[in-house]
């Protein structure tokens, strides 16, 4: 009875992520997240064995995406809560369920979500509830945070999934991204100097600032395609996650939170 993927799937990711037997629990739920982050390929390498963060979900959706992630005859561990006071509201949270995860179009406070995405989500959802025959309704399709204390899924609706899974129309039509979105100004750190939405061009304070990548950072080694950050490695400092790039032959860190897509930059020499 248990499948891998749903056919939807437009590729797997083939990294080993954090799972665990469903020790014959029925799958009755699917709970709804967001990754807060736009960069799906930083989401979905903290779901890797060996990150340490015991984190994972089944699918990872973008735009254009649904990515199979951890086979569904799997538990992931999505919404399992964080110990102490953190108790989930329903039993057997992870064995039960199917975790879906969505990468933000735009970083805090809104963390919005891209229409497409939602549609896809929903798309998914419909899929998973038919394989199952489980109700889809908002009983079954959950948010996380009706499930543990948590912020997510940021500002994801999802009454809206399960009103598109059930042939509804989008509530709000499909707008293209903005160019150049504003950034949000509350954690950028105070090496950046933000202009007009965009970066002006620095000064050696910022790699002074950010100097320890180079001994902590992970390497990531992805080049996704069009429209997605490019970089070659990643580290967390202090609250950011940066993101080096090299650009026309620039060394550039930005943090990765911050910064949707589109979002002018400087360079930093
Ligand atoms: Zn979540």
């Given at each position: 009875?248990?499948?891998?993927?749903?056919?939807?799937?437009?590729?797997?990711?083939?990294?080993?992520?954090?799972?665990?037997?469903?020790?014959?629990?029925?799958?009755?739920?699917?709970?709804?997240?967001?990754?807060?982050?736009?960069?799906?390929?930083?989401?979905?390498?903290?779901?890797?064995?060996?990150?340490?963060?015991?984190?994972?979900?089944?699918?990872?959706?973008?735009?254009?995406?649904?990515?199979?992630?951890?086979?569904?005859?799997?538990?992931?561990?999505?919404?399992?809560?964080?110990?102490?006071?953190?108790?989930?509201?329903?039993?057997?949270?992870?064995?039960?369920?199917?975790?879906?995860?969505?990468?933000?179009?735009?970083?805090?406070?809104?963390?919005?979500?891209?229409?497409?995405?939602?549609?896809?989500?929903?798309?998914?959802?419909?899929?998973?509830?038919?394989?199952?025959?489980?109700?889809?309704?908002?009983?079954?399709?959950?948010?996380?945070?009706?499930?543990?204390?948590?912020?997510?899924?940021?500002?994801?609706?999802?009454?809206?999934?399960v009103r598109l899974a059930n042939g509804g129309s989008a509530a709000t039509p499909v707008q293209p991204v903005?160019?150049?979105?504003?950034?949000?100004?509350?954690?950028?750190?105070?090496?950046?100097?933000?202009?007009?939405?965009?970066?002006?061009?620095?000064?050696?304070?910022?790699?002074?600032?950010?100097?320890?990548?180079?001994?902590?950072?992970?390497?990531?080694?992805?080049?996704?395609?069009?429209?997605?950050?490019?970089?070659?490695?990643?580290?967390?400092?202090?609250?950011?996650?940066?993101?080096?790039?090299?650009?026309?032959?620039?060394?550039?860190?930005?943090?990765?939170?911050?910064?949707?897509?589109?979002?002018?930059?400087?360079?930093?020499?």
């Amino acid at each position: 009875m248990a499948r891998r993927f749903s056919g939807l799937i437009t590729s797997e990711n083939p990294n080993p992520m954090y799972g665990g037997g469903r020790n014959d629990v029925g799958i009755d739920r699917i709970v709804i997240h967001h990754n807060a982050t736009t960069n799906k390929n930083i989401a979905m390498s903290t779901w890797y064995t060996g990150s340490g963060n015991w984190t994972s979900a089944h699918y990872e959706v973008t735009p254009t995406e649904i990515i199979g992630c951890v086979e569904e005859s799997y538990a992931a561990y999505h919404c399992g809560g964080t110990g102490g006071s953190d108790v989930p509201k329903m039993s057997n949270p992870n064995e039960r369920s199917i975790g879906i995860e969505n990468v933000n179009s735009t970083g805090a406070p809104s963390w919005s979500v891209d229409p497409r995405t939602v549609a896809n989500t929903a798309k998914l959802v419909r899929d998973i509830c038919n394989y199952y025959g489980i109700p889809c309704d908002r009983r079954h399709v959950l948010a996380h945070n009706e499930v543990t204390a948590t912020a997510c899924p940021g500002g994801l609706d999802v009454d809206e999934v399960v009103r598109l899974a059930n042939g509804g129309s989008a509530a709000t039509p499909v707008q293209p991204v903005a160019p150049n979105p504003k950034p949000a100004t509350s954690n950028i750190p105070s090496g950046f100097k933000p202009e007009n939405g965009t970066f002006v061009n620095g000064d050696t304070e910022i790699m002074n600032r950010v100097g320890t990548p180079s001994t902590s950072a992970q390497q990531g080694g992805y080049l996704p395609p069009n429209g997605e950050w490019v970089y070659d490695s990643w580290a967390k400092v202090g609250n950011y996650t940066w993101i080096h790039h090299v650009y026309n032959g620039q060394h550039i860190y930005l943090p990765v939170r911050e910064w949707p897509r589109g979002t002018a930059w400087g360079t930093f020499k």
